[in-house]
């Protein structure tokens, strides 16, 4: 099992960044998968990027080569630096791990873009 907290949410303009970081209650350093979702109003909760112990990452087509995800082992944090952010970017966005069958998800931070 582990807790996840989310911070780093706010308002910015189009064009601006954000860094979003989540911070784990325990190691990560075994939890093979981890990732940011976001859900929009209205809308489901979609994967945004998600990086492996191995430092493999995977992002979602709209926000290739905008947004990064990395993870630090020694600190137990994953974090989600978006650059060149949009109005469509806005969401509330959510930390995830999976162990095993299990999923667990932060509360989540909202992120608004706008002008």
């Known amino acids: 099992q582990v807790l996840l907290v989310e911070s780093g949410g706010g308002l910015v303009q189009p064009g601006g960044s954000l860094r979003l970081s989540c911070a784990a209650s325990r190691s990560i350093s075994s939890i093979r998968r981890m990732g940011w979702y976001r859900q929009a109003p209205g809308k489901q909760r979609d994967l945004v990027a998600t990086?492996?112990?191995?430092?493999?990452?995977d992002y979602a087509d709209s926000v290739k080569g905008r947004f990064t995800i990395s993870r630090d082992n020694t600190q137990n944090t994953v974090d989600l630096q978006m650059d060149s952010l949009k109005p469509e970017d806005t969401a509330v966005y959510y930390c995830?791990?999976?162990?095993?069958?299990?999923?667990?998800w932060g509360q989540g931070t909202q992120v608004t873009v706008s002008s």
């Open positions: 990086v492996t112990t191995d430092g493999t990452t």
């Open positions: 995830n791990a999976q162990i095993l069958f299990n999923t667990f």
